[in-house]
């Protein structure tokens, strides 16, 4: 009986032991596919992180109340040393009290669908343009509908397509204001020269004619001679508008600007009130420019900022003007910059695409060719002018003309496009 004992016991003890080899070697089973279903999740993790890593648009995820619930590493570049998490969207891009109305991502919270858009955003201290994507995210248990947000940058691409555009439009001009200015010249030539042969016998006319005839002849051919006058500024505008090659030479350019402003001291002084500061890098090496065509450009440039603060927005002129213009020079990489920047009420944003229009002006008085042909001079040199109102409200004029001779040719059809 004992032995018989002895042996069931050895069996359970046997029995137990078995048992525990079964559930440890699961155990080691469950163990080695919980390591790989880890070692798969963190490689699906990793892959993830670098897709999302690679995306160059900034990425949010919103809730329904445009509350941001994540973002990607291009929104914190986009806005370094801040935390985005847990801000509104509309609060951290347009400082608005509530949401925009343009958003897409309310129609894609709304409709469920995918929705496209566009706006343009202050950062950091300039216009930012951004073409937007929302997309609706499958609804989470108990955290409310979600959206992704998809932003891309495409500020460059904007300009560059207004350059173009520009460049385009400005060509078409130049050739039409070149043709206009030679078929305008020479009937221009010849009621100019019929109208002072008239003007030199008004004396014989005065011994036989009546006073009134002779006053009024007088009158006319002076009206006649002083419009011609006019036309044949406007002809030498479009002329100087549709020229093609620049003849360079190495310029100082601060000691350019200095001769330049001495030309306009005499009519500075009447106004007391303005100030002008010359902000010339005076280490600045020669560029090669056309003196002429460039020395216009700052006269042009200066003019403008001048008539900005002593021509109010509807053309009356100011009284006792005040403010200051400020011209500075300084160098970039491969390029010298020109910049005049006035202190006046500024170009109104509705004016900005049609400034180096020819003859628009906001101008009571002024041919609207000032920035027109400064535009084709300084493409013609290879270089850019932009205009832009600051956010004071001033406008700023930036010139960029390269360092170097880039023997760029310009045919006339194309000497004011890029």
């Known amino acids: 009986m004992a032995e018989e004992l002895k042996e069931n016991l050895v069996y359970s003890i046997l029995g137990i032991k078995q048992t525990k080899l079964g559930f440890f070697q699961e155990w080691q089973r469950n163990l080695r596919a919980?390591?790989?279903?880890?070692?798969?999740?963190?490689?699906?993790?990793?892959?993830?992180?670098?897709?999302?890593?690679?995306?160059?648009?900034?990425?949010?995820?919103?809730?329904k109340d445009m509350r941001i619930l994540s973002v990607n590493r291009v929104m914190e570049n986009l806005f370094p040393g801040r935390n985005c998490v847990g801000e509104y969207c509309y609060r951290l891009f347009a400082n608005a009290a509530g949401p925009?109305?343009?958003?897409?991502?309310?129609?894609?919270?709304?409709r469920q669908t995918v929705n496209r858009g566009s706006a343009i955003f202050?950062?950091?201290?300039?216009?930012?343009?951004f073409d937007?994507?929302?997309?609706?995210?499958?609804?989470?248990?108990?955290?409310?509908?979600?959206?992704?947000?998809?932003?891309?940058?495409?500020?460059?691409?904007?300009?560059?397509?207004?350059?173009?555009y520009q460049a385009e439009k400005m060509a078409s001009i130049g050739m039409l204001a070149a043709g206009v200015a030679h078929e305008i010249n020479n009937p221009l030539t010849a009621i100019t020269g019929f109208a002072e042969g008239i003007r030199r016998r008004i004396p014989q006319l005065m011994k036989n004619a009546p006073p009134e005839f002779v006053a009024d002849l007088e009158e006319y051919s002076s009206i006649i001679l002083q419009e011609s006058s006019r036309c044949r500024d406007i002809v030498q505008a479009l002329v100087n508008f549709s020229r093609s090659q620049p003849s360079k030479k190495a310029v100082c350019l601060p000691a350019m600007i200095e001769e330049t402003f001495s030309l306009l001291r005499h009519s500075i002084k009447q106004f007391k009130g303005i100030v002008i500061r010359l902000e010339l890098d005076r280490d600045m090496p020669d560029v090669w420019l056309?003196?002429?065509q460039v020395r216009q450009v700052v006269l042009n440039l200066v003019t403008n900022a001048l008539d900005a603060l002593t021509i109010s927005p509807n053309g009356e002129e100011i009284k006792d003007p005040?403010?200051?213009?400020?011209?500075?020079?300084?160098?970039?990489?491969?390029s010298v910059i020109l910049q005049v920047e006035d202190s006046g009420a500024g170009i109104e944003p509705r004016h900005l695409r049609m400034a180096f229009d020819p003859f628009f002006t906001t101008k009571a008085k002024g041919l609207g060719l000032g920035l027109t042909i400064s535009y084709s001079v300084v493409k013609a040199h290879g270089g850019d002018i932009r205009l832009m109102r600051t956010p004071q409200g001033t406008t700023k004029v930036t010139v960029s003309l390269p360092l170097q001779d880039t023997d760029v040719v310009v045919p006339v059809s194309e000497a004011v496009g890029d």
């Open 322 to 334: 005040q403010g200051s213009i400020v011209i500075r020079t300084m160098r970039e990489t491969g």
């Open 290 to 292: 056309d003196d002429t």
């Open 34 to 63: 919980l390591k790989l279903a880890h070692q798969e999740s963190e490689r699906q993790r990793l892959a993830n992180t670098a897709i999302l890593e690679g995306i160059t648009d900034v990425m949010m995820v919103l809730d």
């Open 122 to 129: 202050q950062i950091g201290g300039g216009n930012r343009h």
């Open 100 to 110: 925009c109305p343009e958003c897409p991502a309310f129609s894609s919270l709304l």
């Open 132 to 164: 937007m994507v929302a997309s609706p995210l499958p609804e989470q248990p108990g955290s409310g509908k979600t959206v992704l947000m998809f932003k891309r940058d495409v500020t460059k691409e904007k300009a560059l397509q207004a350059q173009i």
